[in-house]
């Protein structure tokens, strides 16, 4: 969606190197959500969003939403070939109704 | 996290036949559903909204009378893809919205459902 741009489109990283990911919408984010797809299967879900300037953190992956309520950031710290996949943000954008637009992913490749 | 399951994960059926995928909230209760569309190497687009005891709004685009869409529990929400051609053949799959509880909002995507329409 255009109201929704992810950055980068794709990334290759060495194990153990930090990385983030961006998300920035156009829009005020009612809620924002990170998940890991991988090609052709559902999607896991890592972190919900929803206050300015909050963040959450689960084992080594921090997301973080700005004050504005404009934009997040997905950081994973110390990479690992299990970290390998498609993250997608997506967006609510609606007043907190759950229907989500989605970025167009960012392909994450871990080099062992 | 909360768990949400899609079946069939793959089907293969005939231009001109239904397909009838469903949505099952296995640990919750959810009164909203979301189905979405997935094309190869594209990321996901909302269909339509599915509401448990009523009629589901659907988005700009998108056929109702094509996707017809049943949310008769609070654990199920179908689709039923209609007369099924092969521009239809595409990744389905449907999220389920936790509501209460600490995690209230926090939304859960089943495995999708992958339609080849031959």
């Known amino acids: 969606s255009q109201e929704l741009e992810q950055s980068p489109q794709s990334l290759i990283v060495q194990e153990g190197k930090n990385l983030t990911i961006n998300c920035t919408s156009s829009?005020?984010?009612?809620?924002l959500y990170w998940y890991k797809q991988k090609y052709g299967e559902g999607l896991i879900f890592l972190m919900m969003?929803?206050?300015?300037?909050e963040e959450k953190s689960h084992e080594k992956i921090t997301a973080k939403l700005d004050e504005k309520k404009q934009q997040s950031s997905l950081h994973i710290t110390a990479s690992q070939p299990s970290h390998a996949g498609i993250y997608l943000c997506g967006a609510d954008i609606s007043g907190n109704t759950g229907k989500l637009i989605f970025g167009q992913g960012t392909t994450l490749q871990v080099k062992p | 996290g909360a768990v949400v399951s899609q079946h069939p994960s793959w089907v293969i059926c005939k231009s001109g036949t239904s397909v009838k995928i469903e949505c099952r909230s296995l640990d919750f209760q959810a009164t909203t559903m979301f189905w979405y569309r997935q094309f190869p190497k594209q990321s996901l687009m909302l269909m339509a909204t599915s509401n448990e005891g009523s009629k589901a709004t659907y988005e700009q685009g998108v056929e109702k009378d094509k996707f017809l869409i049943n949310h008769a529990s609070l654990t199920l929400s179908t689709l039923t893809v209609t007369s099924a051609h092969p521009e239809d053949s595409s990744f389905y799959i449907c999220?389920?919205?936790?509501?209460?509880?600490?995690?209230?909002?926090?939304?859960?995507f089943g495995e999708g459902s992958r339609l080849t329409v031959l």
């Open positions: 829009k005020t984010l009612y809620g």
């Open positions: 999220s389920a919205r936790l509501a209460g509880g600490r995690n209230t909002g926090e939304l859960f």
């Open positions: 969003l929803q206050k300015g300037g």
